[in-house]
């Protein structure tokens, strides 16, 4: 059995399962062994120093496979902005065929992808933000529940509702994020009207990730509670997981704190340490509530075929034998 859906008709990928960007995380080694398990897999621009890393990186992943993989592009506003046109033509010149784009309005860099080719998967926090994307033309939605790890928005709803509410506006392709770990997930989104599902806190605890193993051996400890939303007060809620910073951040706020008085804590240089070296109090670190359903650190390969086969076992086992064939009418 395969699980086909629009989501895997569109952007060319044998099962309905992408790792999304992720900050630090989303290096070639992941999204080769993600794309060679038959999902998709994304670089994280932004995790490259330069345009030109990016180019490294996007050549080192192709020699580590030939099946199709994408590029996140996350536009966040900053005081010196990274410089966002040429990540944007390096992708282009690459011959990259597919794009997630997050953070603020894809509007901008929509034509120049397209006319090259490209689809863009655009991920967003809420249902209107979703319909507006679909209506400026992107190819694919990946929305993102409060479950999820870093910005879950403003409004706070689940994918319980996110997912289902979404589905009733939103006419192509659409993945959930937030919150998926295991093929009961999968199901779950399917059930709900995605066609298909994001994870990253999953993929960040397998072998092929980067990250160093401390980090990976905290998530497979914690449970759904170990995460904090920093930033709540500022209208900028991101979930990390819950440490001595991010405790420390949180308390600040709380107290009317404002950015400057957190911004030696939150820096990006201390969160990339963590991942780095493994000391798991030396920043501020992301992961999502999907962490209590994280119990071992597998292979992609094994995790993705894991996966896809626990769904289909879900499909037409568990959940077929509780359909009883209502007797026809005469």
């Not at 997050?102 to 929509?110: E, K």
Request: charged share 20%; with cysteine.
């Amino acid at each position: 059995m395969t699980i086909r859906t629009k989501f895997t008709e569109t952007f060319g990928v044998e099962h309905p399962i992408a790792q999304g960007g992720m900050q630090w995380v989303g290096r070639a080694e992941l999204v080769a062994a993600v794309a060679n398990a038959g999902a998709l897999g994304f670089i994280t621009a932004l995790t490259q120093p330069t345009p030109a890393d990016l180019a490294n990186e996007i050549a080192k992943t192709r020699d580590l496979t030939d099946k199709p993989f994408g590029v996140n592009l996350t536009i966040l506003p900053a005081i010196n902005p990274p410089p966002y046109d040429e990540y944007r033509q390096v992708i282009v010149d690459a011959g990259i065929k597919i794009v997630e784009t997050a953070g603020s309005n894809p509007a901008p860099h929509l034509p120049m992808f397209h006319d090259n080719g490209i689809k863009v998967l655009h991920k967003c926090t809420s249902v209107r933000h979703a319909v507006k994307a679909q209506s400026l033309g992107v190819d694919g939605i990946s929305i993102d529940g409060f479950e999820c790890a870093g910005h879950p928005g403003e409004d706070d709803v689940p994918g319980l509702v996110l997912i289902p509410a979404a589905a009733d506006k939103i006419e192509i392709p659409m993945i959930a994020s937030g919150g998926f770990a295991d093929a009961r997930g999968l199901v779950a989104a399917l059930a709900l009207g995605a066609d298909g599902i994001n994870m990253g806190s999953r993929f960040m605890c397998t072998v092929e990730s980067c990250i160093h193993q401390n980090v990976k051996e905290a998530i497979v400890a914690g449970d759904e509670r170990g995460t904090e939303l920093i930033f709540r007060s500022l209208h900028n809620t991101a979930r990390v997981a819950s440490n001595e910073v991010s405790r420390e951040v949180v308390q600040i706020l709380k107290d009317g704190g404002q950015f400057e008085d957190v911004k030696d804590l939150v820096a990006g240089v201390r969160g990339r340490k963590v991942f780095d070296d493994g000391d798991i109090d030396a920043g501020i670190w992301t992961v999502g509530t999907a962490m209590g359903l994280i119990n071992d650190i597998p292979t992609v390969g094994e995790l993705v075929s894991r996966i896809v086969g626990e769904a289909e076992q879900l499909i037409t086992g568990r959940l077929g034998e509780m359909v009883t064939p209502t007797a026809a009418r005469v």
